[in-house]
């Protein structure tokens, strides 16, 4: 579970490469957790310089074809010894994007508790 502010949930780990846009700049980044309501990423760039924590986000969720555009936040953002830590809380995404990524998370929460939860009924 992470949280910010009143947001609390359940981060799916995954490794997909995204881009970021801030200020006009188009920035690599790497995802390592995904929610509903934001990614956690990796990014060599430093985005501490900027003058606004608002950014453009594009990735692509394994399994599916087309990218998922996304206007964020960045609500943290920590220097690393060799990457820049940081989370994004979606902000602005079209309807059926947003469907997709609950969808898509949802799925795979589900897949991984399934197990847990036919262990314990068994018990």
Do not use: K
Not at 21 to 36: C, D, N
Not at 41 to 53: K, M, P, Q, V
Not at 66 to 85: F, K, N, S, T, Y
């Amino acid at each position: 579970m992470m949280g910010w502010g009143a947001y609390r949930e359940t981060w799916m780990p995954v490794a997909l490469d995204a881009e970021l846009v801030a200020e006009e700049e188009v920035l690599p980044a790497f995802v390592t957790g995904i929610g509903e309501h934001g990614v956690r990423l990796d990014s060599l760039a430093i985005l501490g310089n900027r003058s606004t924590d608002r950014l453009h986000l594009q990735l692509t969720l394994p399994g599916e074809h087309a990218p998922l555009w996304i206007g964020a936040e960045v609500v943290r953002d920590r220097q690393g010894l060799l990457l820049h830590d940081v989370a994004v809380r979606f902000l602005v995404m079209a309807d059926s994007d947003w469907r997709r990524l609950e969808r898509w998370v949802r799925e795979r929460v589900l897949a991984m508790t399934a197990p847990c939860n036919e262990i314990r009924r068994a018990a």
